[in-house]
């Protein structure tokens, strides 16, 4: 009937004292002229027991239900911290996967363009590409484009989530790799067009599959590909390892993890 807990206790203590007042009427009022002194005083008695009983009965109602409310927060926390916790492994099992899909995309591109002979590596590179070499140059330059929009996606998201701008070198880094591979677009974009394509007009192409260690024709120039790309990818890799206190950020993930299954349902999204 009283749904409000914190009125009940004087609920309690209110019913206690009409009661011990009503008793105590009735003793008065049946009570003799001459036991009428002996009656004032057993019903001071009787209502100062009733409220004493009322009063302890009362607190240890408080206490009892103060200790369960502390019991049930504490649940709650370990809950909470649970599903913070799980959602953190998920959410950087996830973003691992989509930097390191990508790194294996443009891994592959290089290898698939090195073995076309795209390249300088292993010594003089083709005067002018074939019909074979475009179109494999066209293939190639689909899968980078792929892994290219999967980082600038992944920048922007993160960048968007972080409040507390925790994560402001992993963006820097990942638009470092996004960069890269933009340039190689930027390339394809102009160059392609043209009926037939020089290999000598393919710079930043030639740059992305050189290797440093196995190249008989320029061993002192950079490893572009290691210095702008390989080495970024470890250190985001790292960072998101590193990124514990991103919690702003993983309250936007916990419905998407929630909703792919990853997260029971039983546990309260707080």
């Known amino acids: 009937m009283w749904a409000d807990e914190e009125k009940r206790p004087f609920l309690n203590i209110g019913v206690a004292l009409c009661l011990s007042l009503a008793i105590a009427t009735v003793l008065f009022v049946l009570g003799g002229g001459e036991n009428r002194s ?4 057993s019903a001071f008695t009787v209502v100062l027991q009733f409220i004493g009983v009322a009063l302890l009965g009362t607190a240890i ?12 927060q504490r649940r709650e926390d ?4 649970a599903e913070t916790e799980h959602a953190r492994k998920e959410f950087q ?5 989509r930097v390191g899909d990508a790194y294996r995309l443009v891994k592959e591109a290089r290898r698939v363009l090195r073995a076309g002979g795209l390249t300088d590596t292993y010594g003089d590179p083709p005067g002018s590409l074939s019909e074979k070499q475009l179109e494999t140059y066209d293939q190639v330059m689909v899968t980078i484009s792929k892994a290219q929009h999967a980082l600038d996606a992944l920048c922007v998201e993160i960048d968007a989530f972080d409040e507390e701008g925790n994560l402001k070198q992993l963006v820097r880094t990942l638009k470092a790799m996004e960069r890269y591979l933009s340039d190689l677009i930027t390339e394809h ?4 067009p043209n009926l037939s394509l020089a290999y000598a007009e393919l710079k930043e192409l030639n ?3 050189r290797d440093k260690s196995e190249s008989v024709v ?4 950079p490893d572009e590909f290691l210095e702008r790309f390989r080495s970024p990818y470890r250190i985001a890799i790292r960072e998101l390892a590193r990124s514990v206190d991103i919690h702003p950020l993983l309250r936007q993930y916990v419905p998407r993890l929630r909703s792919a299954g990853h997260l029971s349902r039983a546990l309260p999204l707080r």
């Open 218 to 221: 320029d061993r002192d120039s």
């Open 207 to 209: 740059r992305f599959t």
């Open 38 to 41: 002996t009656m004032r005083e």
């Open 78 to 81: 370990a809950d909470k911290v």
């Open 61 to 72: 109602g408080a206490t009892f239900r103060n200790q369960q409310e502390k019991l049930q």
């Open 93 to 97: 099992k996830a973003d691992v996967g």
């Open 189 to 192: 974009e102009r160059v392609r």
